[in-house]
Nanobody, 114 residues
Framework: QVQLVESGGGLVQPGGSLRLSCAAS????????MGWYRQAPGKQRELVAS??????NYADSVKGRFTISRDNVQNTVYLQMNSLKPEDTAIYYC?????????WGQGTQVTVSS
């Protein structure tokens, strides 16, 4: 059984920063990639950023503002979010892909508001 535990969400003013963490535990044999998704009210869940073998991928809306990184020893993925905007408000979910399985965290709320 694999568990993903996210932390680091909260309320921040526009222009501020937050750092999300997602720690994976359990029987993990081979991780293909880890990533962050988000879902705003009334919208579909969307990819924010992913990392695989050191290669990163970002949604256009967060390029230059967000940075994804991964600690392979600790099986932890991070999302550094800078210059936050109100439109970044959403529940952020961590995802781990270890084919043929995919695992999701419980989500952490990020609210950007003055």
């Amino acid at each position: 059984q694999v568990q993903l535990v996210e932390s680091g969400g909260g309320l921040v003013q526009p222009g501020g920063s937050l750092r999300l963490s997602c720690a994976a535990s359990g029987s993990i044999f081979s991780i293909d990639d880890m990533g962050w998704y988000r879902q705003a009210p009334g919208k579909q869940r969307e990819l924010v950023a992913s990392i695989s073998s050191g290669r990163t991928n970002y949604a256009d809306s967060v390029k230059g503002r967000f940075t994804i990184s991964r600690d392979n020893v600790q099986n932890t993925v991070y999302l550094q979010m800078n210059s936050l905007k109100p439109e970044d408000t959403a529940i952020y979910y961590c995802k781990l892909r270890a084919p043929p399985y995919s695992y999701w965290g419980q989500g952490t709320q990020v609210t950007v508001s003055s």
